[in-house]
């Protein structure tokens, strides 16, 4: 089995910058995907970004050209790079791996705030 651990979370002002980080430790198949969702108070835990092993990435809309997704696969850990925060990026941000035949692995989650 995987585990996932994410930092990174913590108190941004708006228009700040923040970087979270995704480490996987255990049984991790390759080729994968890892990427990041997240759930805001009282909403639907949605996807922010995904990248492959091979470094291919996909955004969701909100976050497109504010948001960057990178992964070290040396390392076997996924960051979100988060730049030009709005409050509504307020969440709960989840990060996941997934391999073809085997079921997607959520970490725990880390909490982001962007706040005067």
């Known amino acids: 089995q995987v585990q996932l651990v994410e930092s990174g979370g913590g108190l941004v002002q708006p228009g700040g910058s923040l970087r979270l980080s995704c480490a996987a430790s255990?049984?991790?198949?390759?080729?994968?995907?890892m990427g990041w969702y997240r759930q805001a108070p009282g909403k639907e835990r949605d996807l922010v970004a995904t990248i492959t092993t091979g470094g291919g990435t996909n955004y969701a809309d909100s976050v497109k050209g504010r948001f960057t997704i990178s992964r070290d696969n040396a390392k076997n850990t996924v960051y979100l790079q988060m730049n030009s925060l709005k409050p509504e990026d307020t969440a709960v941000y989840y990060c996941t791996i997934s391999s073809f035949g085997y079921r997607e692995v959520w970490g725990q989650g880390t909490l982001v705030t962007v706040s005067s």
């Open positions: 255990g049984s991790i198949f390759r080729p994968n995907v």
